[in-house]
């Protein structure tokens, strides 16, 4: 069994700060990408912030300058800073891992169970 456990989201003023944190967890061999996704109501997931195993982002534009994502490969975390929050960037923040059990195996999608961000303005 994998779990992916999110941490950190709630209410912050428009300008202000948050962080959030993912820890993954349970029989696993290899985790290739870590990331973030955010969902809307009536909205499709869409990427924040995808990182490969040996450390490469890639943004979507809307965050780029404003939101950091970093891992902890050896503590299997995945971490989001955002700053300069803005109304816009409400949404249920995801947790995403690719991440193979054993050895060999080829890696699957794993999701957290969401954490609600909302910016008030």
């Known amino acids: 069994q994998v779990q992916l456990v999110e941490s950190g989201g709630g209410l912050v003023q428009a300008g202000g700060s948050l962080r959030l944190s993912c820890a993954a967890s349970?029989?696993?061999?290899?985790?290739?990408?870590m990331g973030w996704y955010r969902q809307g109501p009536g909205k499709q997931r869409e990427l924040v912030v995808s990182i490969t195993s040996d450390g490469k982002t890639t943004y979507a534009d809307s965050v780029k300058g404003r939101f950091t994502g970093s891992r902890d490969n050896a503590k299997k975390m995945v971490n989001l800073q955002m700053n300069s929050l803005k109304s816009d960037d409400t949404d249920v923040y995801y947790c995403?891992?690719?991440?193979?059990?054993?050895?060999?195996?080829?890696?699957?999608?794993?999701w957290g169970q969401g954490t609600q961000v909302t910016v008030s303005s």
């Open positions: 995403n891992a690719e991440i193979a059990m054993t050895l060999g195996n080829k890696p699957e999608k794993y």
């Open positions: 349970g029989i696993i061999s290899s985790i290739n990408a």
